[in-house]
């Protein structure tokens, strides 16, 4: 059975196709820069045509006829409180989807319009969302509820929902096989262009660090991550900052970019060997908040039993590890710098041998996630 993946993010598309369930990954690949000023692709319906036209035409066509693909994974990154699991879109689902819009405006939009371009194009296939949010719906009232009055919970729906969830379950799941303990304390760290981190115990998301949008927390790309709402009441009441302008500050202009002058960790590596002193800073405080939600966890789940890097910083940058373990004996957490330098792309232990914390690297794989739930759903 082949199933597509679609995983749409704010500004990019990545797409790929599975043989479930051989679980044998067919072909994949990425849209970028999606709706920037001079892009020839406009929004996520062009680019899912484009991918489409891609697979279906010419030589190397993966796709003979629409109803090769049996079913269409969608990622959707909001599913608010209604959807705790995969779902099979039909027009009551659609129109949740839609009434998040407001709740999710960079992505829920483009999940949308990837969904009605995947029903014009494969008619016969099952359309199935896979929300970020569903993971995380197992955290308790006391995590989740605000501290403000109730009605803004009750009528405008106000409360931290958590992102990342497919992913923070996949790498979780790895971990709980490789420890061979279901009921695993762990602290799942995800570190791409958005950054979170999720406390897991016994499978079940407990607290994470995103909340009512995918802004708050640890610092990211381009945002800020946990930021006092004074500063907002001040740049507003004393500068006269807009509401626009404040969310393009705080989402597209923060975090790396923001202090280090340039959002792609890479090129904050580089910019530091140079001696920049603001990649310096970056990376200091990028590192700071990991460990000190670490240390938060930890408390929330009155152990643990190890930590998780994953994604593209989380995954590739030695040095962001390193950072984020060393000094940290107090907690059990005893790291290991030789074994740091060996990640090859699959499940590697980066804690020394005497660590009663262990430290996992490993790969997440959201469109694999994606996949199997629909597989699990359709079949
Ligand atoms: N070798 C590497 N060293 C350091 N950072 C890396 C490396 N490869 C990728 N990254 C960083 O990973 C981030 C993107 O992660 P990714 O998981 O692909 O993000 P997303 O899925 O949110 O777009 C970027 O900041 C990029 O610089
Ligand atoms: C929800 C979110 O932040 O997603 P991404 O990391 O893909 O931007
Ligand atoms: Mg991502």
Same mark, same amino acid.
């Given at each position: 059975?082949?199933?597509?993946?679609?995983?749409?993010?704010?500004?990019?598309?990545?797409?790929?196709? =599975?043989?479930?369930?051989? *679980?044998?990954?067919?072909?994949?690949?990425?849209?970028?820069?999606?709706?920037? /000023? !001079?892009?020839?692709?406009?929004?996520?319906?062009?680019?899912?045509?484009?991918?489409?036209?891609?697979?279906?035409?010419? &030589?190397?066509?993966?796709?003979?006829?629409?109803?090769?693909?049996?079913?269409?994974? %969608?990622?959707?990154?909001?599913?608010?409180?209604? #959807?705790?699991?995969?779902?099979?879109?039909?027009?009551?689902?659609?129109?949740?989807?839609?009434?998040?819009?407001?709740?999710?405006?960079?992505?829920?939009?483009?999940?949308?319009?990837?969904?009605?371009?995947?029903?014009?194009? #494969?008619?016969?296939?099952?359309?199935?969302?896979?929300?970020?949010?569903?993971? %995380?719906?197992?955290?308790?009232?006391?995590?989740?509820?605000?501290?403000?009055?109730?009605?803004?919970?009750?009528? %405008?729906?106000?409360?931290?929902?958590?992102?990342? !969830?497919?992913?923070? *379950?996949?790498?979780?799941?790895? /971990?709980?096989?490789?420890?061979?303990?279901?009921?695993?304390?762990?602290?799942?760290?995800?570190? !791409?262009?958005?950054?979170?981190?999720?406390?897991?115990? /016994?499978?079940?998301?407990?607290?994470?660090?995103?909340?009512?949008?995918?802004?708050?927390?640890?610092?990211?790309?381009?945002?800020?991550?946990?930021?006092?709402?004074?500063?907002?009441?001040?740049?507003m009441?004393?500068?006269g900052y807009t509401l626009e302008q404040l969310?393009?500050?705080?989402?597209?202009?923060?975090?790396?970019?923001?202090?280090?002058?340039?959002?792609?960790?890479?090129?904050?590596?580089?910019?530091?060997?140079?001696?920049?002193?603001?990649?310096?800073?970056?990376?200091?405080?990028?590192?700071?908040?990991? *460990? *000190? =939600?670490?240390?938060?966890? /930890?408390?929330?789940?009155?152990?643990?039993?190890?930590?998780?890097?994953?994604?593209?910083?989380?995954?590739?940058?030695?040095?962001?590890?390193?950072?984020?373990?060393?000094?940290?004996?107090?907690?059990?957490?005893?790291?290991?710098?030789?074994?740091?330098?060996?990640?090859?792309?699959?499940?590697?232990?980066?804690?020394?041998?005497?660590?009663?914390?262990? $430290?996992?690297?490993? &790969?997440?794989?959201?469109?694999?996630? $994606?996949?199997?739930?629909?597989?699990?759903?359709?079949?």
């Open positions: 059975m082949n199933i597509l993946v679609i995983n749409s993010g704010s500004s990019s598309l990545k797409y790929q196709l =599975f043989k479930m369930p051989e *679980k044998a990954p067919v072909c994949s690949g990425l849209v970028e820069r999606i709706g920037e /000023a !001079g892009s020839e692709v406009s929004d996520h319906g062009v680019a899912l045509k484009k991918v489409i036209a891609a697979m279906s035409e010419g &030589p190397n066509a993966v796709i003979r006829s629409p109803d090769d693909i049996v079913a269409v994974g %969608h990622r959707v990154v909001h599913g608010g409180e209604r #959807f705790k699991g995969p779902a099979i879109i039909d027009e009551a689902v659609k129109k949740q989807i839609k009434r998040l819009f407001s709740l999710a405006p960079l992505h829920n939009p483009a999940n949308y319009k990837c969904i009605e371009v995947a029903e014009q194009t #494969f008619p016969h296939a099952k359309q199935v969302a896979i929300f970020d949010t569903a993971f %995380h719906q197992s955290i308790p009232e006391m995590a989740y509820r605000y501290a403000i009055p109730e009605e803004y919970y009750k009528e %405008h729906r106000i409360r931290v929902y958590g992102f990342h !969830g497919t992913s923070h *379950k996949y790498v979780s799941e790895q /971990a709980m096989g490789w420890l061979k303990n279901p009921e695993a304390k762990l602290i799942s760290i995800h570190l !791409g262009n958005g950054c979170s981190m999720t406390a897991v115990n /016994a499978g079940k998301s407990v607290d994470t660090t995103m909340g009512f949008g995918p802004l708050s927390g640890l610092m990211m790309g381009t945002r800020s991550g946990d930021i006092d709402a004074s500063v907002v009441f001040h740049l009441e004393h500068s969310s393009t500050l705080l989402n597209k202009q923060s975090g790396l970019l923001g202090v280090g002058g340039t959002m792609d960790m890479r090129d904050i590596r580089k910019r530091l060997e140079q001696g920049d002193e603001k990649a310096r800073l970056a990376v200091l405080l990028y590192a700071y908040r990991i *460990k *000190k =939600f670490i240390g938060a966890y /930890a408390a929330v789940l009155n152990g643990l039993d190890a930590i998780i890097f994953t994604a593209g910083v989380g995954e590739n940058d030695v040095a962001m590890r390193a950072a984020v373990c060393e000094n940290m004996e107090y907690l059990n957490i005893v790291f290991d710098q030789q074994k740091n330098t060996q990640y090859k792309k699959e499940l590697l232990e980066i804690n020394a041998d005497e660590s009663p914390v262990k $430290i996992l690297v490993i &790969p997440t794989n959201e469109e694999y996630e $994606i996949a199997r739930q629909c597989f699990e759903l359709v079949s």
